[in-house]
């Protein structure tokens, strides 16, 4: 008996021992990989957040052909654009002579691609109906030179406005892309060179042809990539005179735009863009994709369908980026063709011209390409690329982009610290939100929001691209850190606190902040149809009745209708809402937060307070609090009710 008990002593024994190993193992276990986890995480963080180091600059390395000349011309030298008798002549016979094309498939539109049917009318109206001779003067209209920079004849437009003595003249570098030319510029130049009465600046603009497209001369091996390419403008801008200068650009002339103010901040003053767009930050896709569960997070509710839902923005990036493909991998191969047929030719570049333009035109018949412009401008920029035998050398650039040398350059991930400025026009082909942009613009001003164009900007909205343009650059000669502000401006003196502004009640009077000096502040913006009405208000009003008295707290509440059109009503009918339900906060007129037109308040309030994804309103019944010394220090999210800041409050009581 004595045994049987020892054994089962034993037994028991041994089966805890191995229990307590196995629970300690499986904790160590779990420890080991807290630990690993933890140290994967902290590596991928750094990886997604640290910056390379610049690429190294050569400006004086050759992309001519050999053998070098040992006294290369240097010189600046006049240029004229000629469409010869002989080219004209063989290009009518190429046109006239061309083979049958294939019918489109019924009621297809330019779903397969660019229809045959309008297709036979472009051609016909570029044998027939295009005035060579008169489109050659339009082309000579402005002053054309060209001078040799590392071996490459570089092909550039400069215009100098005719000022008054009190109108400063500012270089702006204006930078295509593709498939468009210098000829997307006619229409913007004169609106940037004639003085505007609200500035006191117009623009001295420089437009080259892009190494390898239009009249200027390509490199002769490879490896001349984007950074390679931005080095040849920065030294075409000091040949002409100017070691300071603004930059304009969309689609490559973005990209361009976008190196040369991150590699040389010392010569460019500020970037505007029209394709404000982020494509190799490793961390660009993420928020993105994120976005999409919480789209207010991230976009402003007007721009949301931009790029959400985020599968169908992906699935139309693909559709359109076909032609990527092939010009990233073989563009000398495709290039063989469009060199040859000019019908090739403006099929393939004219497509681009109706879907990038908008995404829909694709199911109508003509590629609704006549409703944005007219077939005269657009044979124009046909003109370039034909007249010049460029398109295989301009495609070559994605070739030089795409490929591991560039991107393991990492510029994107450089942070970008000259002033920067984005217009987006509804139908771009990509979409970057501002806090996506600010990831490597570390002085991203604004994004001015435009509900119609798409990718060639400045042949299809001259007007409204010109007048951001001025107002990007106001901003900029105000703006710059350690720059020197306008001559002609008086210094602007920054808000510091809430108490430098006045506002008016709901009420319609004017009241100075200043008199909620010392007291803890929230402010709200708040809408009287939300879903989050009840539970806001409600609660805004319990904080009051707890805190007024006992803590100097002051709630101020600014009716918005931004979202969802939440806020419809006039200052009576929120003064009678606000009676209804007995608010005894400060309720002030309605105002916008977001946008050209919000209130400056908010303005303050945004800059100095950003919120996670970005620095806008989000949606109804944000909430700041400000201490006693009337500075911003705390920002909340819609989601977050205002009862759950009494913690918080209680920081700065």
């Keep these: ?30 420890f080991v990989s807290a630990i690993c986890a933890a140290l994967c995480s902290y590596y991928l963080y750094k990886r997604l957040t640290t910056p390379p180091d610049p690429p190294v600059l050569d400006f004086n390395e050759y992309w001519g052909p050999y053998p070098m000349k040992m006294d290369p011309d240097l010189s ?105 030319s210098v000829r997307e510029f006619y229409e913007l130049i004169p609106k940037l060179t004639s003085p505007r009465d609200d500035y006191k600046f117009a623009f001295e603009i420089i437009a080259p042809s892009l190494p390898g497209f239009g009249f200027s001369q390509a490199p002769s091996r490879p490896g001349f990539g984007p950074v390679e390419m931005s080095v040849v403008l920065s030294n075409l801008m000091k040949r002409i005179g100017h070691n300071k200068y603004y930059i304009q650009g969309g689609d490559f002339g973005h990209m361009l735009g976008s190196i040369l103010a991150t590699l040389m901040p010392e010569q460019v003053l500020g970037f505007h863009t029209n394709m404000p767009v982020l494509m190799f930050h490793p961390l660009a896709n993420i928020y993105m994709m994120l976005g999409s569960l919480w789209p207010s997070l991230l976009v402003e509710p007007e721009q949301q369908s931009r790029v959400y839902p985020y599968s169908q923005y992906l699935m139309r990036i693909i559709e359109e980026s076909g032609y990527l493909h092939i010009q990233a991998t073989k563009p000398d191969t495709v290039g063989i063709a469009l060199t040859d047929s000019p019908a090739g030719l403006a099929a393939y570049i004219l497509e681009k011209f109706s879907t990038w333009t908008n995404n829909e035109y694709k199911v109508a018949g003509d590629g609704n390409l006549l409703q944005k412009f007219s077939l005269t401008h657009l044979l124009d920029n046909i003109m370039v690329y034909w007249t010049s ?17 560039f991107l393991c350059m990492n510029i994107d991930m450089i942070p970008t610290a000259v002033p920067t400025w984005g217009i987006k026009f509804k139908h771009e082909l990509a979409f970057s939100a501002d806090a996506v942009l600010r990831l490597k613009y570390t002085r991203y001003l604004q994004s ?38 306008p001559q002609e401006t008086s210094p602007v003196k920054e ?18 902040l200043d008199k909620y000096r010392g007291k803890v502040v929230v402010i709200v913006n708040v809408a009287s149809q939300c879903g989050l009405t009840d539970t806001n208000y409600h609660q805004l009003n319990e904080l009051h009745d707890k805190y007024a008295r006992s803590r100097d707290l002051r709630i101020l509440a600014f009716p918005c ?34 946008g050209d037109d919000a209130h400056p308040l908010f303005q303050f309030l945004k800059r100095v307070q950003r919120g996670s ?33 009494e913690p918080s409050l209680a920081k700065y009581w």
Excluded at 391 to 405: H, K, L, P, Q
């Design 1 to 30: 008996m004595t045994n049987k008990k020892d054994n089962k002593k034993k037994t028991s024994q041994d089966e805890k021992n191995k229990k307590e190993e196995s629970g300690f193992s499986s904790g160590k276990i779990i």
């Design 76 to 180: 600046i030298r006049p240029y004229e654009i000629e469409f010869s008798e002989v080219m004209v002549n063989d290009l009518r016979e190429r046109l006239l002579h061309r083979r049958p094309f294939q019918p489109p498939l019924e009621n297809s539109g330019f779903t397969y691609g660019f229809n045959s049917h309008f297709l036979t009318r472009v051609l016909d109206y570029w044998q027939n109906k295009y005035n060579f001779k008169e489109r050659e003067r339009f082309f000579n209209k402005y002053n054309h030179y060209v001078t040799n920079i590392q071996g490459l004849d570089v092909h550039y437009m400069h215009v100098k406005p005719q000022v008054p003595d009190d109108i400063e003249v500012v270089p702006l570098l204006l930078l295509h892309g593709w498939p468009g």
């Design 389 to 405: 035998n460029s398109i295989t050398t301009s495609m070559r650039t994605y070739a030089e982009t795409m490929n591991r040398r």
């Design 448 to 485: 001015t929001v435009v509900e119609d164009g798409g990718h060639f900007a400045a042949l299809e909205h001259p007007d409204i691209l010109a007048a951001d343009v001025f107002r990007a650059v106001e901003h900029f000669r105000l703006s710059r850190a350690g720059g020197s502000k």
């Design 495 to 512: 808000p510091q606190t809430i108490y430098d502004f006045t506002v008016r009640d709901i009420h319609g009077r004017e009241i100075k």
């Design 561 to 594: 209708n931004q979202f969802g059109g939440q806020e419809p009503g006039t200052a009576k009918d929120i003064a009678k809402f606000i009676s209804d339900r007995n608010v005894k906060f400060d309720v002030f007129e309605k105002v916008a937060v977001n």
């Design 613 to 645: 994804f970005g620095d806008y309103i989000k949606w109804n019944y944000s909430k700041f609090i400000v201490d006693r010394n009337g500075v911003p220090v705390e920002r909340f999210g819609p989601h977050v009710d205002p009862i759950d800041l």
